[in-house]
C-alpha cells in the first residue's frame, strides 16, 4: 500500500524586515521552486534548490537579433509597399521617378545587411573566445 499523504499541520510565522524580505524573495525568484513556503522548507532542512543560470551573452545577443528583425520587418514592410506602388504606375515618369526611390531603399537594405553580417561575426568572436 502507498503511504498516507502527510499534511502540515504546525505553522512557524518570524517576521522580517521589508528589505530582508526583499533579499529572500529575490533569492527565491532565482530558482525554479514555485512556492516561497517551499523554498524555505529546502533551505530550513538543507535540501537540494534549483536554480535559473541565465547566459548573459545569450542575452545579449538575442536583444541585437531582436532589434535587427525589428528593422529587417521595417525594410520589408517599405519594399512591399515600394513594389506594390510600382505594380499600380503606368506613366513612364512615374516609373522613373520609382525606381529612383526604389533605389534608396536597395542602398538601405545593403546597408542593413552589412550591419547584420558584422554584427554576427562581432559576436561570435566573442563567442568562440
Do not use: C
Not at 525589428?70 to 510600382?86: C, D, P, S, T, Y
Amino acid at each position: 500500500m502507498e503511504g498516507k499523504k502527510q499534511v502540515r499541520t504546525r505553522i512557524v510565522p518570524f517576521r522580517l524586515l521589508p528589505d530582508e524580505y526583499d533579499k529572500l524573495e529575490a533569492s527565491w525568484k532565482k530558482t525554479t521552486i514555485r512556492r516561497l513556503s517551499e523554498y524555505l522548507r529546502r533551505l530550513i532542512f538543507n535540501k537540494p534548490i534549483t536554480g535559473y543560470v541565465r547566459n548573459q551573452s545569450l542575452d545579449e545577443f538575442m536583444a541585437e537579433m531582436v532589434l535587427l528583425r525589428k528593422e529587417l520587418n521595417a525594410i520589408g514592410v517599405n519594399f512591399n509597399q515600394a513594389v506594390h506602388r510600382l505594380h499600380t504606375l503606368d506613366h513612364l515618369p512615374q516609373i522613373e521617378a520609382w525606381l529612383k526611390v526604389f533605389e534608396g531603399d536597395k542602398e538601405m537594405l545593403f546597408d542593413k545587411v552589412e550591419e547584420i553580417k558584422k554584427r554576427i561575426n562581432l559576436i561570435s568572436d566573442q563567442w568562440l573566445q
